[in-house]
């Protein structure tokens, strides 16, 4: 038995130091957190848990051509993703994909061709490097916005950046809130730190969410606005904190612009305003202006569901200023995957590609496909047919004759049974990488630890070989990766722990300083001359709340402990079409636990079954996400800052099962 230590490379909060154990037949055994990493110390979440399970199970093990015509929606073939291929050798596969490649760009341009990636697995010689080939034909990119870019895009409009705490912060703190950031599912390693600070020294958690979540129930106090009416909470905090005399004047002096602009717009919220547009009461408005005023310094959590709606961009801004009145310098976390220098632009090619290449919204991407405009789509480490937005009207484009799909993939999936080509991929156990974290700043790198699964072959290899194909030239598609990485980090790291990092010892990244904003006028500028560019409001601004409406509802969805995204299902099992509902609005549409329903509105629709469940409140229903389906009904229209996805303002109705039937 052998032992090896890794990095889980999925999208996540915490970036997790894993034990890997190898038997003697070269099989993993088993994946459990490293005690010995500083932030995640050694706690295992149930997906790295079940990793040595998933690495082999349902995996694409070797090159497949597709044989028979893609299944139509609905059609009982599209439940088994590998059906409808012939198994082919890396030659002839990539042969055609060249073929069909050159054949696009000749006919068509290179624009015509769409390189569509994200989340699966971070790693920078996974995600990253492999990009430079598509940089190098001038292929259309995706804006990357289905995540956190609008509240990025938010934070970066009045501090420059959208760096914040470092997660080994949360042990001085006087109060840790958690706002629209289901902590205890999606990040139990910030999680546990809040815990043991609150064990230690006695620090009040709060949550801000609009259902009681897993994190609110573990909560000290639990503050519960409308989905989408955080702007409004925000001001309203903020001005009861002027008034209380709890703002730092002096630091507002010194540091920030814009502050009068924010105390006037801040004062137009009152109780009771805020009590009418958020739902949320004058006590409960006056217990959070408390705990904000009475401990210090407070570390203000902003989770990535709360930017995922109409307005999302605006929630993150506002709730931002809250720690910034109280004269903090960011004292908030969102990501911190700008809080060093790395040369993304060097790692991806972008800045080293003779051709710029067009960007394309990814929230809007169904309609743009659907259009026809892509006659060459090239999926890599992402499983769009169930997480993108109009996943209906998406998989039905991926379906067109006129669209040759390729998907290189780890496993079979909902997007593998709409591609014409599918190359199987290495999981992250299977290849080399460097994985850079959103949250805290230690970076190891992850080795090898078994051989490829299956004829599974890197991400990177697979590019190099269809520019040679292609026969493109530039010398940086043939470039030592790790060179490459060495470059582009060079102002990330201490000058000479390059080497120590190579060979497998924790390094830690260098931070940015919390008190330097690289704004245009170098301080916090509350009224934001970026947003006024860009032709937003200087000021974030609350959107008015849909009225409530006889039998719609609005959706919210959000990650859950077994899942990551879609990934897990081949070992828990589906993720179950449900969605939690509140008892008045059960009796009022006649519905019982368990009945099926279902969902509507002019995106889509899908069947769910029926959780009745006081944790929403009356009009609002919760599901997790992405069940298969469930995308179908989310809107494609980009929010208007950042262009992110606005999931939790997705309204539904509510149809009772045996009224579509009759
Ligand atoms: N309804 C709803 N939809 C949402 C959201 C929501 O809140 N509600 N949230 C959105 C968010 S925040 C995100 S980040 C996206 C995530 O969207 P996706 O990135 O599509 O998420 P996954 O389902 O994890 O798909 C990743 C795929 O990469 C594959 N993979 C894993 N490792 C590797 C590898 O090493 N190489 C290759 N080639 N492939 C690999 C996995 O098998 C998996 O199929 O979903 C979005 N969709
Ligand atoms: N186990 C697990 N962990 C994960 C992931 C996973 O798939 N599984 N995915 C990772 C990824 S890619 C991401 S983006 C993160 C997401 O993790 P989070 O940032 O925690 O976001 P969500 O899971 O969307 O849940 C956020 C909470 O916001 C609440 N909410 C929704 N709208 C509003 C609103 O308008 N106001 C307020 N105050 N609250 C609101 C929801 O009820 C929900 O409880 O998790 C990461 N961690
Ligand atoms: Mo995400």
Same mark, same amino acid.
């Given at each position: 038995?052998?032992?090896?230590?890794?990095v889980?490379?999925?999208?996540?909060?915490?970036?997790?130091?894993?034990?890997?154990?190898?038997?003697?037949?070269?099989?993993v055994?088993?994946v459990?957190?490293d005690?010995?990493?500083?932030?995640?110390?050694?706690l295992?979440?149930?997906?790295?848990?079940?990793?040595?399970?998933?690495?082999y199970?349902?995996?694409?093990?070797?090159p497949?051509?597709?044989?028979?015509?893609k299944?139509?929606?609905?059609?009982?073939?599209?439940?088994?993703?590998?059906?409808?291929f012939?198994?082919?050798?890396w030659?002839?596969?990539?042969?055609?994909?060249?073929?069909?490649?050159?054949?696009?760009?000749d006919?068509?341009?290179?624009?015509?061709?769409?390189?569509?990636s994200y989340s699966?697995n971070t790693?920078?010689?996974?995600?990253?490097?492999?990009?430079?080939?598509?940089?190098?034909?001038?292929?259309?990119?995706?804006?990357?916005a289905?995540?956190?870019?609008? $509240?990025?895009?938010? !934070?970066?409009?009045?501090?420059?950046?959208?760096?914040?705490? +470092?997660? %080994? #912060?949360? &042990?001085d703190?006087?109060?840790?809130?958690?706002?629209?950031?289901?902590?205890?599912?999606?990040?139990?390693?910030?999680?546990a730190?809040?815990r043991?600070?609150?064990?230690?020294?006695?620090?009040?958690?709060v949550?801000?969410?609009?259902?009681?979540?897993?994190t609110?129930?573990s909560a000290?106090?639990?503050?519960q606005?409308?989905?989408?009416?955080?702007?409004?909470?925000?001001?309203?905090?903020i001005h009861?904190l002027?008034?209380?005399?709890?703002?730092?004047?002096?630091?507002?002096?010194?540091?920030a612009? $814009?502050?009068?602009? !924010?105390r006037?717009?801040?004062?137009?919220?009152?109780?009771? +305003?805020? %009590? #009418?547009? &958020?739902?949320?009461?004058?006590?409960?408005?006056?217990?959070?202006?408390?705990?904000?005023?009475?401990?210090?310094?407070?570390?203000?959590?902003?989770?990535?569901g709360?930017?995922?709606c109409?307005?999302g961009?605006?929630?993150?801004?506002?709730v931002s200023?809250?720690?910034t009145?109280l004269?903090?310098?960011?004292?908030?976390?969102?990501?911190?995957?700008d809080s060093?220098?790395?040369?993304?632009?060097?790692?991806?090619?972008?800045?080293?590609?003779e051709?710029?290449s067009s960007v394309?919204?990814?929230?809007?991407?169904?309609?743009?496909l659907?259009?026809?405009?892509?006659?060459?789509?090239?999926?890599?480490?992402m499983n769009? &047919?169930?997480?993108?937005t109009?996943?209906?009207t998406?998989?039905s484009?991926?379906?067109?004759r006129?669209t040759?799909?390729?998907?290189?993939?780890t496993?079979?999936t909902?997007?593998?049974?709409l591609?014409?080509?599918?190359?199987?991929?290495?999981?992250?156990?299977e290849?080399?990488?460097?994985?850079v974290?959103?949250?805290?700043?230690?970076?190891?790198v992850?080795?090898?630890v078994?051989?490829?699964?299956g004829?599974?072959?890197?991400?990177?290899?697979?590019?190099?070989e269809?520019?040679?194909?292609?026969?493109?030239?530039?010398?940086?598609?043939?470039?030592?990766?790790w060179?490459?990485v060495?470059?582009?980090?060079?102002? &990330?790291?201490?000058p000479?722990?390059?080497?120590?990092?190579?060979?497998?010892q924790?390094?830690?990244?260098?931070d940015?300083p919390?008190?330097?904003?690289?704004?245009?006028?170098?301080?916090i500028?509350?009224?934001?001359?970026l947003?006024?560019q860009?032709?937003?409001e200087p000021?974030?601004?609350?959107?008015?709340?849909?009225?409530p409406?006889?039998?719609?509802?609005?959706?919210?969805?959000?990650?859950?402990?077994?899942?990551?995204?879609?990934?897990f299902?081949e070992v828990?099992?589906?993720?179950?079409?449900?969605?939690?509902?509140?008892?008045?609005?059960?009796?009022?549409?006649?519905?019982s636990?368990g009945?099926?329903?279902?969902?509507?509105?002019d995106?889509?629709?899908?069947?769910?079954s029926?959780?009745?469940?006081?944790?929403v409140?009356e009009?609002?229903?919760?599901?997790?996400?992405q069940?298969?389906?469930?995308?179908?009904?989310?809107?494609?229209?980009p929010?208007e800052?950042?262009?992110?996805?606005?999931?939790?303002?997705?309204?539904v109705?509510v149809?009772?099962?045996?009224?579509v039937?009759t």
């Open positions: 038995m052998r032992q090896f230590i890794t889980c490379p999925r999208d996540c909060y915490d970036t997790c130091s894993l034990l890997v154990r190898v038997n003697d037949a070269g099989r055994v088993s459990r957190g005690p010995d990493h500083p932030t995640t110390r050694g295992t979440c149930p997906r790295a848990a079940a990793d040595h399970l998933r690495l199970a349902n995996r694409v093990v070797a497949a051509i597709r044989v028979l015509d299944a139509p929606a609905g059609a009982r073939e599209a439940s088994d993703p590998s059906a409808g012939a198994t082919e050798s030659d002839e596969a990539l042969d055609l994909v060249a073929r069909r490649l050159r054949e696009t760009i006919t068509h341009g290179p624009e015509a061709v769409l390189y569509l699966g790693g920078l010689l996974t995600l990253e490097v492999p990009q430079r080939l598509w940089y190098a034909l001038g292929a259309t990119q995706t804006d990357g289905l995540c956190s870019k609008s $509240g990025s895009l938010g !934070l970066t409009m009045h501090y420059g950046a959208r760096y914040g705490l +470092r997660p %080994e #912060q949360l &042990a703190a006087g109060l840790i809130v958690f706002w629209g950031f289901n902590a205890s599912v999606s990040s139990m390693h910030l999680w730190l809040a043991q600070a609150r064990r230690d020294r006695g620090t009040p958690i949550v801000v969410d609009a259902r009681r979540s897993e609110a129930d000290d106090l639990w503050i606005p409308r989905p989408g009416s955080d702007v409004a909470l925000a001001y309203g905090l009861q002027f008034e209380m005399g709890a703002a730092d004047l002096p630091f507002l002096n010194r540091w612009l $814009g502050v009068d602009a !924010l006037a717009e801040a004062s137009r919220w009152t109780r009771p +305003r805020v %009590e #009418q547009v &958020a739902g949320v009461t004058q006590r409960q408005l006056t217990r959070l202006a408390e705990a904000y005023s009475s401990h210090s310094p407070s570390a203000t959590m902003i989770g990535i709360l930017q995922k109409n307005g961009a605006d929630q993150v801004r506002a200023f809250i720690p009145v004269g903090e310098h960011r004292g908030f976390y969102y990501s911190n995957g060093c220098s790395i040369d993304h632009g060097l790692l991806s090619g972008q800045s080293l590609a051709k710029s394309v919204s990814q929230v809007a991407l169904a309609e743009l659907n259009d026809g405009r892509f006659k060459f789509v090239y999926i890599c480490g769009p &047919a169930a997480t993108l109009n996943a209906g998406f998989a484009s991926l379906r067109r006129d040759f799909v390729v998907v290189h993939e496993h079979w909902a997007t593998t049974a591609a014409d080509v599918v190359l199987p991929a290495p999981s992250y156990l290849k080399e990488d460097l994985v974290p959103w949250s805290h700043n230690h970076l190891q992850s080795p090898q078994v051989a490829p699964v004829d599974s072959r890197g991400e990177l290899w697979a590019m190099r269809l520019a040679r194909r292609l026969g493109l030239t530039s010398s940086w598609l043939y470039d030592d990766p060179e490459a060495r470059v582009a980090l060079t102002g &990330a790291l201490e000479d722990c390059w080497e120590s990092l190579r060979s497998g924790r390094q830690r990244l260098r940015r919390p008190d330097v904003y690289p704004t245009p006028s170098g301080k500028e509350f009224d934001s001359g947003a006024r860009m032709g937003a000021l974030p601004v609350q959107r008015t709340l849909q009225e409406e006889s039998g719609w509802f609005t959706l919210l969805s959000s990650a859950t402990r077994k899942y990551t995204h879609t990934q299902q828990h099992g589906a993720i179950p079409a449900v969605v939690q509902i509140h008892p008045a609005d059960a009796s009022r549409l006649g519905l636990q009945d099926e329903t279902v969902l509507l509105n995106v889509g629709q899908a069947v769910v029926v959780s009745i469940s006081e944790a409140p009009g609002v229903l919760w599901s997790p996400r069940w298969s389906g469930q995308n179908s009904l989310m809107s494609s229209l929010q800052t950042g262009g992110g996805p606005r999931f939790n303002s997705t309204r109705q149809i009772p099962r045996r009224q039937n």
